[in-house]
């Protein structure tokens, strides 16, 4: 294949992940736990990608998120820029192509993410350790399983080889 060919697909995929962030979550039930696509599309961006390319998309994402919820403006663009970034460095250290590794990065990613958020916008409207250790965790979980589905369903179009 291509390098253009790839790059379109990857786009495509992100483009279905940031339409299924605006027309499925928000009917999936609480907010606090469904699952995240536009931080699932930063961090496929972000793991095939050099770190400040991710880490001005996860700025962008975050700008987007912020934008939604006016009160916490730039926490969002804090955060995602700052996953955005250790993701693409990470992508250098663990092994890309591995199924586990994939939930794993994106999980964590997911609660540093919604950590990171938490503490510079001041908390959440539950208490901050709830917040922390049990909606974050149960959303990086289920954002983390979503990606694992996404990896094998698109696994030709973002162009990997999955190992488990």
């Known amino acids: 294949m291509s390098a253009p060919r790839d790059r379109g697909r990857l786009w495509a995929v992100l483009a279905l992940l940031v339409v299924l962030h605006f027309a499925l979550r928000p009917r999936l039930g609480a907010p606090q736990i469904a699952p995240d696509f ?38 969002g663009a804090l955060a995602h820029t700052v996953v955005g970034y250790l993701a693409s460095w990470g992508r250098a250290v663990f092994f890309p192509d591995n199924l586990f590794v994939n939930g794993v990065a994106i999980a964590v990613g997911a609660w540093a993410r919604n950590a990171i958020q938490l503490l510079a916008s001041g908390g959440g409207t ?18 983390a399983v979503t990606g694992a589905v996404a990896l094998v369903v698109f696994q030709r179009w973002l162009d990997i080889r999955l190992e488990t």
């Open 126 to 143: 539950g208490g901050l350790m709830v917040q922390l250790f049990v909606y974050a965790p149960l959303q990086a979980l289920l954002t």
């Open 38 to 75: 536009l931080l699932l599309a930063l961090m496929l961006y972000a793991i095939r990608s050099r770190p400040g390319s991710a880490a001005l998309a996860g700025f962008i994402v975050g700008l987007v998120g912020d934008a939604m919820v006016p009160a916490r403006l730039g926490a």
